[in-house]
């Protein structure tokens, strides 16, 4: 019913830049959180962005002053600004949503993209 499909990503070199998307679509009510994970080879995937419906953002401590996430709620859509990429940037990048479907009263879950592969290598 709920789909989140991303974009955006590729292979650059240290200190270029990429931008990711991710647009949700289906029987959609609201979205309350948005936000990117990644998980590295050999590692857990851990939060790198989150931002809330009002605007609201975090960041990790590794991506802050690099990375700025935002959102357009009239697309469902949230992106990631990754600027200054490091060759530890590399990773997939999944986007997820904290999604209600169809009412107010229906309950909250969390949908999660397919992942995008994100490569800084010179």
């Known amino acids: 019913q709920v789909q989140l499909v991303e974009s955006g990503g590729g292979l650059v070199q240290p200190g270029e830049s990429l931008r990711l998307s991710c647009i949700a679509s289906g029987s959609i009510f609201s979205i309350s959180a948005m936000g990117w994970y990644r998980q590295a080879p050999g590692k857990q995937r851990a939060m790198v962005a989150g931002i809330t419906s009002g605007g609201t953002a975090m960041y990790t401590d590794s991506v802050k002053g690099r990375f700025i996430i935002s959102r357009d709620n009239a697309k469902n859509a949230v992106y990631l600004q990754m600027n200054s990429l490091k060759p530890e940037d590399t990773a997939v990048y999944y986007c997820?949503?904290?999604?209600?479907?169809?009412?107010?009263?229906?309950?909250?879950?969390?949908?999660w993209g397919q992942g995008t592969q994100v490569t800084v290598s010179s």
């Open positions: 997820y949503a904290k999604i209600r479907i169809g009412s107010s009263g229906s309950p909250e879950y969390t949908y």
